[in-house]
């Protein structure tokens, strides 16, 4: 089972920046996308945005121009740069690894407990 831990959230003020880390272990593979997911109180998870292993990139619209995810293939470790920080981004942020299935071993789709960020206004 791999364990999916992330850090780095927070109080800030609007505008400000924070730069949150992940570390995914227990893998023996590589793991194939690892992103990062937001939920604000009342609202349903949505998608920040992910890597693949290869370097592919998606971002939600409303954060474009202003995070920035990167990643450590080798360490399994995926990290977001979000400046320009605004109240709306207050939210619990989750780290998500997945690894995908294959002929010598199943897939998995893995989340990490959380770390709230908070924007002030």
């Known amino acids: 089972q791999v364990q999916v831990v992330e850090s780095g959230g927070g109080l800030v003020q609007a505008g400000g920046s924070l730069r949150l880390s992940c570390v995914a272990s227990g893998s023996r593979f590589a793991i194939n996308v690892m992103g990062w997911y937001r939920q604000a109180t009342g609202k349903q998870r949505e998608l920040v945005a992910d890597m693949t292993s290869g370097g592919i990139t998606n971002y939600a619209d409303s954060v474009k121009g202003r995070f920035a995810i990167s990643r450590d293939n080798a360490k399994n470790s995926v990290y977001l740069q979000m400046n320009s920080l605004k109240p709306e981004g207050t939210a619990v942020y989750y780290c998500?690894?997945?690894?995908?299935?294959?002929?010598?071993?199943?897939?998995?789709?893995?989340w990490g407990q959380g770390t709230q960020v908070t924007v002030s206004s």
């Open positions: 998500n690894a997945v690894l995908r299935g294959g002929a010598y071993r199943p897939g998995g789709d893995y």
